[in-house]
């Protein structure tokens, strides 16, 4: 049964209660209401930030279905969740019961969810701009990360790469190599947290990086600003990085080589390449 849609109504809805409806979304899924057939696998997207009249929202939530294609957007700055789909540039209410989050991460719509439309939302500048009860809305692209960065900083700025990195899985040869080389390695990976190819590849680093925990092998993270500034970025320039992902690695504090284009289809395996070649031989 497709998800229905109501007539436009301009009725001020009172604040929800985040608990209580999600209690009752739970409710509903207990009672044996299926996800809606379209409206559904919608994962975590870290992107974009959501500001509500000029001002950030810190609890938002956003996910995105790139078959619709489709954004959902949760925040307690809002009266309710709302579906944004780019080819109509429609803006839809959800009741937040009506939501359901799954055990893989995703979220999805219960069949029997009414979406009530709010109108088109507007370009400014690249970032999404509408009104929902006399509050201006702004989906707009995140701030890129700068400087030097954890992996913890990355998982937390964007979903894509904790979820990326769990489905990597290293070469166990090239992990037990580099685990037990006794050289100090620092890898230091250069990229943009605006880069498609950065979250698809650099969560694999972040997967390497957890399964050498505790080994003499260390991982950094330098985020560089959008181009073309990213190529003028005092580090990258030093280093003469024109693309990303980049990786430089060194051994002892030695510059050795570094990671680039087909090298981070399994980057285990070319910095374990580079530090057997590279690494002191014991005397």
């Not at 789909?85 to 209410?93: D, G, I, L, Q, Y």
């Not at 707009?140 to 700025?157: E, I, R, T, V, Y």
């Amino acid at each position: 049964m497709p998800i229905r849609r109501a007539r436009v109504s301009r009725r001020a809805t009172a604040p929800l209660v985040t608990a209580a409806l999600l209690a009752l979304s739970r409710a509903l899924g207990a009672q044996g209401v299926p996800l809606d057939s379209v409206h559904r696998n919608f994962e975590p997207n870290g992107e974009h930030q959501l500001l509500v009249d000029g001002k950030v929202s810190a609890d938002a939530e956003i996910f995105k279905n790139g078959k619709i294609p489709a954004y959902l957007v949760i925040s307690s700055a809002l009266p309710t969740p709302v579906i944004l789909t780019p080819r109509a540039h429609s803006v839809e209410a959800v009741p937040l019961a009506k939501v359901s989050r799954q055990a893989d991460g995703t979220v999805g719509l219960f069949a029997d969810a009414v979406l009530t439309p709010l109108g088109e939302f507007k370009l400014e500048g690249g970032a999404v701009v509408f009104t929902y009860e006399k509050r201006r809305v702004t989906l707009a692209a995140k701030p890129p990360l700068l400087g030097l960065h954890s992996a913890g900083d990355l998982d937390a700025n964007d979903p894509a790469y904790p979820r990326n990195a769990a489905e990597y899985r290293p070469s166990a040869t090239a992990i037990a190599a580099l685990a037990s080389q006794p050289a100090a390695v620092t890898v230091r990976v250069y990229f943009g947290s605006w880069c498609p190819h950065c979250r698809e590849h650099v969560p694999r680093m972040l997967a390497i990086e957890q399964a050498l925990a505790g080994s003499r092998v260390q991982v950094e993270y330098w985020g560089l600003p959008l181009p073309p500034e990213a190529w003028s970025d005092p580090e990258a320039k030093k280093l003469q990085i024109g693309s990303v992902p980049t990786a430089i690695v060194y051994v002892e504090g030695k510059k050795i080589g570094r990671l680039i284009g087909a090298d981070w289809n399994a980057p285990e395996v070319e910095l374990a390449r580079l530090v057997k070649t590279f690494s002191p031989k014991p005397s």
